[in-house]
């Protein structure tokens, strides 16, 4: 009788009662797609962004939707969108001021203020690598050399010409970021980069890259350019060109203090805050039980500013519709919606929990929409409001199978979703993980249950290429169909869902080879010093030593953690099973744990 039922209701969706009930289908999909992708790249806070936002709360309230807690369907939160240089940037060399973006310019991530003056030491390419098994094994520019208290000047990137076993090894250490943590370590009051005389690159002077992370050292950073660094070598004998092939064939060369060479500073930064805007709709239930939260996020990479842009030389510049990452997801979520609502109408369905439909933004820079839901509810209190969360991210590109991931956070999820499948018979592959890359996660962090419905990555992800004729309308609606049909089920069951924790996965997201690993999971939307944390996964180094969701991270290993990409760089540096000290805030006081690192492979 069930599936009786169950086909009865299949069979509505996709149109044989259709004067009563809207169709679910290919062309609609299309149509709610083709609004998004033509109002632009969508990248938080812009003109784009805005106008899709207008439309998907247009869509709300002509389907009948209530707004969420508010008399709008556009709810704002503020964010960092970029860096821009201040009024007052200063780099002063032996009592005579550089030009700014000409001779110099400070890092997105410098400390900011008055910096006194000091000496300047070179350091080669400032990497340090951690000690091998044999003593003596390792890469490490600052051997016999003292930087206490002097600026040092470091060549960015890595040595040119060693061979790929070396690159593999020292790559790992070899960033911006990474370099003045090394830095710091050693003792030195500032640093600064530069270009190699034999190094190819289209600016001297490192860009103020877009970088949504507001969180600055308190150390300052500044890039110069060559003809600045070669004339202080220059006035030592020093033949530049020459120590750059030494050190690009990965031979030794000692560092040395620069003579006659004095600096000071003044940084001033100015970060750029801009709102982005989630609309959040709510189909009202008949109780007060943990409502379903279906969602998708409607923002994208605009023309390409963030760094997480995969265009190629060629594309550079021109905008990212993101058709399937996400106006896929986001067709998909108005056809379920749609359905839903009309159901509702007729008479056909009365949901006793509330449905909200969100259309998150941000979530390409960090999961910033769905965090600030998540936060204005409140953490603790998140899993007594919200029953399951529904996530719909990049649906477009329907082949074999679709991809439903995160049913390891319920144990009902798997008899569920083949329960509601049955009358669609969808190919399906389910994936347990519910450490996911997008915004379900900032749900499932807080004990709440969760789905993300998937159709798999593709090589125009993130790049202009990632278009609307590349998109299978009919699998965005096939997809909507098993969605809608879970989702229905859920606002009509009283009973809860059981929550899981998840153990983490063996051999997954490598990070770019990083293999020691505590089982933290930060916090990405916050300015502290030190790394807020999410939570941890069970089971993992961090959650047996007793670190909690709330801690902030402040040392690891004997080494100051300022921000997630010092705790980066320290993880790379940890032997697996060798026991440090690890120092967290939690509600305003230090607290010292013992961590035994794991490995990831």
Known sequence: MKMILLLILAFQ???????????????LAKKHLLELTTAGGRLTGSESEAKAAKY?????????????????????????????????????????????????????????????QAPV????????????????????????????????????????????DQRVKINRFSSDRNKVLNARKHGAKGVIFVHGPNTIVKSELVPLSFDVSTAKGS???????????????????????????KLDAGKFLMGFDIDGVEVSAHVDLIQDKKTGQNVIGVLKGSSELPAVILGAHYDHLGHGETSTSLARDEEAGKVHVGADDNASGVSGLLLITEYLVHLKKQDKFSPKRDIIVAFWSGEELGLLGSNDFVKKIGKDKLSEKIMAN????????????AIIQGTGSSKQWNDIVEQRNAPVGLNIVVQEDAYLPTDAMSFYL???????????????????????????????????????????????????????????????????????????IPDYANDVTGVLLSGTTKDSPADKAGIKSGDILIELAGTKIEN?????????????????????????????????????Q
């Not at 300052?220 to 060109?241: G, H, Q």
């Open 564 to 600: 997630l990409y010092d705790f980066t760089y320290i993880l790379e540096a940890l032997k697996i099973g060798k026991t440090v000290k690890a120092k967290v805030l939690r509600d305003g006081k230090e607290i010292e744990l013992d961590v035994t690192p794991g490995s990831r």
């Open 121 to 164: 030491v070179f350091a080669g390419y400032g990497i340090t690598e951690p000690e091998g098994e044999k003593a003596g094994d390792n890469y490490d520019s600052y051997i016999h050399l003292d930087v206490t208290d002097k600026w040092v000047l470091v060549m960015r990137f890595m040595p040119e010409d060693i061979d790929a």
């Open 390 to 401: 529904i996530n719909l991210d990049m649906i477009g590109r329907l082949k074999d199978a």
């Open 219 to 245: 150390m300052p950073v500044i890039s110069i350019s060559t003809d600045l660094a070669n004339n202080w070598l220059k006035n030592m004998d020093k033949d530049w060109n020459a120590i750059q092939k």
């Open 56 to 116: 998907l709360a247009e869509q709300l309230k002509s389907m009948g939707l209530e707004p969420w807690q508010s008399q709008s369907f556009h709810h704002n939160f503020e964010f960092n969108a970029g860096t821009n240089l201040g009024k007052n940037n200063r780099l002063i060399v032996n009592d005579t001021d550089m030009i700014v973006d000409k001779d110099f310019r400070p890092l997105v991530f410098s400390g900011l203020g008055e910096f006194s």
């Open 13 to 27: 969706i996709v149109g044989v009662n259709a004067k009563s009930i809207p169709v679910i289908n290919a062309e």
């Open 446 to 520: 807080y004990n709440v249950p969760v789905l993300s419905a998937f159709t798999g990555s593709h090589t125009e992800y993130h790049s202009p290429r990632d278009t609307a004729d590349l998109i299978n309308y009919e699998g965005i609606a096939k997809i909507s169909k098993l969605v809608a049909l879970i989702v229905r089920g859920l606002a009509l069951d009283e009973k809860p869902l059981d929550y899981q924790k998840q153990k983490p996965k063996k051999n997954k997201d490598l990070r770019g080879g990083i293999r020691a690993y505590i089982g933290t």
